[in-house]
């Protein structure tokens, strides 16, 4: 019994580091990451870290949205966040996967899902860092020197977390479906609209304002 | 490191490298193999002067809306 805990400790000890290692990697050397990532060699496993952290920030969310006193609405809020981001999620894997195979690529189902559950780290950290700001500098901002200069790095940071977002997406397609940049452009052009439709689905029945995908 | 293991590296290696065949894109390849670099080894360092720029840029457009959507976006979440 002994022997089998430490095993399994080992084994999880592991697969910590090694997605600690792939999200600096995700950071500071994307592309390179990427590449390893979509090898047939990557543990799948390892995207459950990132879905704890998106479990962990939905239930920091609802807290600050619904407040503590009422359990059952912040259990409905918690839910309607995770499940809406489950299913946004498996909705672009999908939407992904058959895209690329009309496309002509030869991917497989196990390389996108690690590479689309990477690349949420970008959303993970511009909605957890909107989330802090809102209880440190709660909005509205005003139109005063600080109001103007938080704006200037509010602005630049959410640019700069759009375009690391990017990047995943772009290794997304060229490593997961291994496609070239024409044929990205192509399925951007039919996958943008259907983001669109998604956000305006959530923020119409009130779970994203901005969506989590 | 024997010289087996040093080249079964380099196979790997190569390997790795070749999982996708190099991004040709007729006459802007030239454009794009001088600018994709920077984002594939440097991309904080182009995203944080990209957007900084792009942020004051907006605020010289947009002037006191831009800190409207910034009060938006914080609501965003």
């Known amino acids: 019994m002994r022997d089998f805990m430490i095993f399994h400790s080992l084994r999880l000890w592991r697969l910590l580091m090694s997605f600690v290692k792939n999200t600096y990697g995700c950071i500071n050397k994307p592309y390179i990451t990427c590449r390893k990532l979509a090898d047939d060699k990557a543990d799948i496993r390892q995207t459950v870290f990132i879905f704890l952290l998106v479990l962990g920030y939905f239930i920091l969310a609802s807290l600050l949205r619904t407040g503590i006193r009422n359990p059952y609405l912040l259990t409905l809020k918690f839910s309607s966040l995770f499940w809406t981001a489950v299913i946004g999620f498996a909705f672009m894997v999908v939407v992904l996967y058959v895209l690329g195979k009309i496309v002509g690529s030869k991917s497989s189902y196990k390389s996108l899902v690690i590479l689309w559950a990477y690349s949420l780290l970008p959303t993970l950290t511009w909605f957890a860092v909107t989330s802090i700001f809102y209880i440190i500098f709660p909005p509205p901002r005003t139109a005063s020197f600080l109001g103007k200069l938080y704006t200037l790095i509010y602005i630049a940071f959410s640019i700069s977390i759009l375009t690391w977002k990017l990047i995943l997406y772009y290794l997304t397609l060229r490593f997961g479906l291994k496609l070239d940049l024409i044929k990205i452009t192509a399925v951007s052009l039919i996958v943008l609209p259907l983001i669109i439709f998604y956000a305006v689905i959530t923020y119409k029945i009130g779970i994203f304002r901005i969506p989590f995908i | ?77």
């Not at chain 2, 010289?3 to 079964?8: D, I, N, P, R």
């Not at chain 2, 790795?16 to 006459?27: D, R, S, T």
């Open chain 2, 1 to 77: 490191m024997s010289k087996g293991e040093v080249y079964k590296l380099l196979v790997s290696k190569m390997n790795e490298v070749a999982v996708v065949p190099p991004q040709e894109i007729g006459f802007f390849t030239p454009i794009y193999k001088k600018i994709v670099p920077q984002l594939k080894f440097y991309p904080w360092k182009v995203t944080l002067i990209i957007s900084s720029l792009i942020a004051f840029l907006l605020y010289m457009i947009f002037g006191a809306t831009l800190v409207k959507l910034a009060s938006l976006l914080q609501y965003g979440f």
